[in-house]
């Protein structure tokens, strides 16, 4: 084993250094660069998940292993809910991704997107640290897939270019650009809302022109395409559901890869997806809400529902919730009710 790993690793440097050129050792060959999918790019906390990834592991593997980052999901045209499959095909080698985004094809993801499942940050946590995490990772596995690490995407406010949205009336008849799974057109449609599903790259321009009024987001992503500009002068803080990111590799590309390098690989993920969250996080778990007031300072009317006024909205979705719980997994939602209340 030890000679064979050996081997390997001359197998990887010789290749590194241009010894093969056919694939003669295709098994142990390495690429000059991995290519990394992503939604958005740096500066938001997401583009920043991948980064350091990225800077992570070519530092660990003396630039062995180099990763470009691709925003936008370019390497799929930004047809972002393609991007699973497309993992598992070979077209992409390494992603950050959103639960949200490969819910179509893992359709226990949509956990993360029941309404008001998850009212904490401790409860996403319950779930992503816990039992309910570990089991999404052996569904993703079996999918095709190989998940190695937790990041967060966030908490997805309401935002729009109409009114102070307060209730589900302050809904009625607005325009809301929707992700990707039919989830979100079920739950804007019990809201009374009229959801339009489009990819991201299709959304900001609809934003600009007006086509949709609002859209829902977590709000790094406001501030660092200062939202308010095409429109959006209304933000509401309903907290309904949060989108985890998950940092995954192509099964073909982690079995080129030797044991050392994968354990470097995996523990870079780990360690970026901490980094990550604590970004991810940053003004929106302090009391004050530093980031709230940044919002407002923008010129925008923001308004945080009191419990009673957030209560109307679990009612209102209550449906949509119970429609979902079967299509996740009834057992899956029950370990996750058990695993947050007991947080
Ligand atoms: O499309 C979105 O809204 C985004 C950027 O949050 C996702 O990719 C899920």
Request: net charge positive.
């Given at each position: ?50 980064q350091i990834w990225a800077n992570l592991v070519k530092e660990r593997t003396q630039g062995r292993i180099n990763i470009k980052l691709y925003p936008g ?271």
């Amino acid at each position: 084993m030890r000679f064979r790993r050996t081997l390997l690793g001359l197998a990887a440097a010789a290749t590194a250094l241009g010894f093969f050129s056919s694939n003669a050792v295709a098994q142990t060959a390495y690429k000059p660069e991995y290519k990394l999918s992503i939604v958005l790019a740096p500066p938001t906390p997401w583009g920043q998940a991948a980064q350091i990834w990225a800077n992570l592991v070519k530092e660990r593997t003396q630039g062995r292993i180099n990763i470009k980052l691709y925003p936008g999901v370019s390497l799929i045209q930004g047809d972002q809910t393609r991007e699973f499959s497309a993992l598992r095909q070979g077209v992409i080698d390494l992603a950050v991704g959103s639960t949200i985004n490969w819910s179509p094809q893992v359709k226990q993801l949509n956990i993360f997107s029941m309404p008001f499942l998850m009212p904490d940050y401790a409860a996403i946590d319950a779930l992503t640290q816990g039992e309910v995490g570990a089991e999404l990772f052996k569904t993703i596995d079996k999918a095709g897939v190989l998940p190695l690490a937790w990041g967060e995407n966030g908490y997805r406010e309401i935002t729009n270019s109409k009114r102070a949205i307060k209730s589900p009336e302050d809904l009625k008849g607005m325009k809301i650009r929707v992700v990707g799974s039919p989830l979100f057109a079920d739950l804007f449609t019990a809201l009374g809302a009229n959801p339009t599903q489009m990819s991201w790259a299709d959304a900001q321009p609809a934003l600009a022109s007006g086509a949709v009024d609002g859209q829902e987001n977590p709000l790094f992503l406001f501030t660092v395409l200062k939202m308010q500009n095409v429109g959006q002068k209304f933000m509401t803080a309903w907290g309904y559901v949060a989108d985890p990111l998950i940092f995954v590799v192509n099964k073909e590309i982690w079995a080129s890869w030797t044991p050392a390098d994968q354990a470097i690989v995996k523990q870079a993920a780990t360690d970026a997806g901490k980094q990550e969250i604590a970004i991810a996080r940053k003004g929106l778990v302090e009391a004050d809400k530093p980031v709230f007031k940044e919002i407002a300072a923008m010129g925008v009317t923001v308004t945080q529902l009191t419990p009673a006024e957030r209560e109307v909205f679990v009612k209102a979705t209550r449906p949509v919730y119970e429609k979902w719980k079967p299509v996740v997994g009834n057992d899956l939602v029950n370990k996750a009710e058990k695993a947050i209340a007991a947080r």
